[in-house]
């Protein structure tokens, strides 16, 4: 996994490659979340596989891309026509691939100017929540060590799951953990190894930005989430 998708950590992917290179391994990255944000260089970091999905840079849903190398051969799980060189056979999506494939040039034409814009957002709204917000605590890397579009903070006194339903009331979609795993119960498993427990597990939120944000986006889920969590300490302590 090259960039974490709860907490934003940036993996030494180039660094590993290079080890795995000269150890004789084959290096898959998971680039999901990393595609459009953080760079991702195949020859450079010396990556054998990359898995890539199109809705992560603003492509069609339901299709995705699987990078080999040339020496990399695999073996089929699904057999019939013998489309995508044996690889995977079944009818292509001809659509999906084709805007997956203008998104993925338009991510890369623009990746140093998106990765600045939402590091700014993402700074405003981290310095907004911890000059208005008392008891927080910011999970994962520094601010500026992290992915750009990535923001987990934990709220003391306040349940996750219900700051999250509250701010949803007002237009704010949040998550508590990965967004494809929010609902699961028992905690981030993410967040139990960094070494969160008790109300910093529980009250951890994740924010996951777009390019479509703008700073007033921030300051308004900075008001609003101010608001949300001071009504919801001040009705636990009833």
Not at 21 to 40: C, N, S, T, W, Y
Not at 127 to 153: F, M, Q, R, T, Y
Request: glycine residues 12%; contains cysteine; aromatic residues 6%.
């Amino acid at each position: 996994m090259a960039v974490n998708n709860e907490i934003g950590t940036i993996e030494p992917i180039g660094e590993i490659g290079t080890i795995a290179r000269e150890k004789g391994i084959l290096f898959h990255v998971d680039a999901v979340q990393a595609a459009g944000k953080v760079e991702v260089d195949v020859k450079k970091q010396k990556l054998d596989m990359v898995s890539l999905s199109a809705h992560k840079i603003h492509g069609p849903k339901g299709v995705g891309a699987l990078y080999l190398s040339e020496e990399v051969r695999i073996r089929p799980i699904i057999f019939g026509g013998g489309q995508e060189k044996n690889i995977r056979s079944g009818t292509e999506n001809m659509p999906g691939i084709v805007g997956f494939g203008v998104a993925s040039r338009l991510a890369k034409e623009s990746l140093e100017e998106v990765s600045q814009k939402l590091m700014r957002l993402k700074k405003r709204l981290w310095d907004g929540i911890s000059s208005e917000i008392k008891d927080v605590h910011l999970n994962g890397p520094e601010v500026e060590e992290g992915a750009p579009h990535i923001l987990n903070v934990s709220f003391r006194g306040v349940r996750g799951e219900v700051l999250l339903h509250a701010l949803e009331e007002e237009g704010i979609y949040v998550s508590t953990g990965s967004a494809c795993s929010s609902k699961k119960r028992g905690g981030s498993h993410v967040l139990k190894a960094i070494g969160l427990k008790g109300d910093l597990l529980e009250g951890a939120i994740r924010f996951s930005l777009g390019i479509f944000n703008t700073e007033e986006d921030i300051d308004y889920t900075v008001d609003i989430l101010k608001k949300k969590v001071d009504f919801l300490r001040r009705f636990k302590r009833r």
